[in-house]
């Protein structure tokens, strides 16, 4: 696996994690809404991270120069993984789908069930990855809140989590 490629399977289990751990939304719900939040998280994985995604969040179109990127996140999972990834997405999809056009033009997901059955299918979506989720959470909620004081905009959890060097736990010697 090519460095690129481990940045790309970094970044979709970092924000899975960031996604799941309750300390850390919490932590950032002092300083911006749950409801504001969700849809910061929800337009970073469409517009970020779920490269092979054909549309971002506000339903634009992902142009053809993507194709080459597609392929570099391709490789950057197992078969089971990519088809793992693939359901969270449209799961995610047809959540984002509920949510009210007004909420969605005052950049808001409501904390209700919808919301909560991805964070829940995200919880899940880690299992996959044969990860010690509860653990991994811990770290990057530590991590998290030494860089909070930072960016509270959107934390670049990609350059945190290279900085810590959890690599040898995403990668685990088999």
Same mark, same amino acid.
């Given at each position: ?21 309750? #300390?850390?939304?919490?932590?950032? +719900?002092? @300083?911006?809404?749950? %409801?504001?939040? !969700? &849809? ?5 994985? /469409? ?21 080459? #990127?597609?392929?570099?996140?391709? +490789?950057? @999972?197992?078969?089971? %993984?990519?088809? !793992? &990834? ?5 799961? /995610? ?37 044969? &990860? ?43």
């Amino acid at each position: 696996m090519s460095t690129a490629e481990e940045r790309i399977r970094e970044q979709a289990i970092v924000f899975l994690l960031f996604l799941t751990s309750k #300390e850390s939304l919490k932590a950032c +719900h002092k @300083f911006i809404t749950p %409801e504001k939040l !969700a &849809l910061k998280l929800a337009r970073m994985w /469409f517009d970020e991270i779920y490269v092979p995604g054909v549309r971002y969040l506000d339903g634009g179109l992902r142009g053809e120069y993507f194709e080459e #990127e597609v392929e570099r996140f391709q +490789h950057s @999972f197992t078969g089971d %993984e990519l088809e !793992a &990834l693939g359901r969270f997405h449209r799961f /995610f999809e047809l959540r984002l789908a509920m949510i009210p056009a007004s909420s969605r033009e005052s950049e808001e997901w409501p904390q209700n069930d919808s919301w909560s059955n991805v964070v829940k299918d995200a919880r899940n979506l880690l299992n996959l990855f044969s &990860l010690d989720g509860d653990s991994l959470r811990s770290e990057v909620f530590q991590i998290f809140m030494q860089t909070l004081r930072t960016s509270l905009d959107r934390p670049d959890l990609r350059e945190v989590f290279a900085r810590k060097n959890l690599t040898a736990s995403v990668y685990p010697s088999s």
